[in-house]
């Protein structure tokens, strides 16, 4: 088992920069596939950026590619998420999420969540 606590959200303007982080607990949280997720009011939870337990596969969202960053540091069983030239749109709560079922992007693929953080960008 693994719980999750995110950090790290905020109100930031347009063009600005958070890093979010993700504090695991357990022992096997290296062995976990990490994954951020966000949910704007109204919508559905949207998958935004993962990261395979090895590392060797990371992917993003279409919206926040080439803007967002995810990293781990299983040493420190924390996970990241560097968000620059944030955007109105990125506004939501993120999720920190994990999964012993492989690597994935769904949303129910994911075992464990965190309780979320707050981004507002203001425009």
């Known amino acids: 088992q693994v719980q999750l606590v995110e950090s790290g959200g905020g109100l930031v303007q347009a063009g600005g920069s958070l890093r979010l982080s993700c504090a695991a607990s357990?022992?096997?949280?290296?062995?976990?596939?990490m994954g951020w997720f966000r949910q704007a009011p109204g919508k559905e939870r949207e998958f935004v950026a993962g990261?395979?337990?090895?590392?060797?596969?990371?992917t993003y969202a279409d919206s926040v590619k080439g803007r967002f960053t995810i990293s781990r540091d299983n040493g420190k069983n924390t996970v990241y998420l560097q968000m620059n030239s944030l955007k109105f749109e990125d506004t939501a709560v993120y999720y920190c999420?994990?999964?012993?079922?492989?690597?994935?992007?769904?949303?129910?693929?994911?075992?464990?969540w965190g309780q979320g953080t707050q981004v507002t960008v203001s425009s």
């Open positions: 999420a994990a999964t012993l079922r492989g690597y994935s992007e769904y949303v129910g693929e994911y075992t464990h």
């Open positions: 357990g022992r096997t949280f290296n062995s976990y596939t």
């Open positions: 990261l395979s337990w090895r590392g060797n596969t990371r």
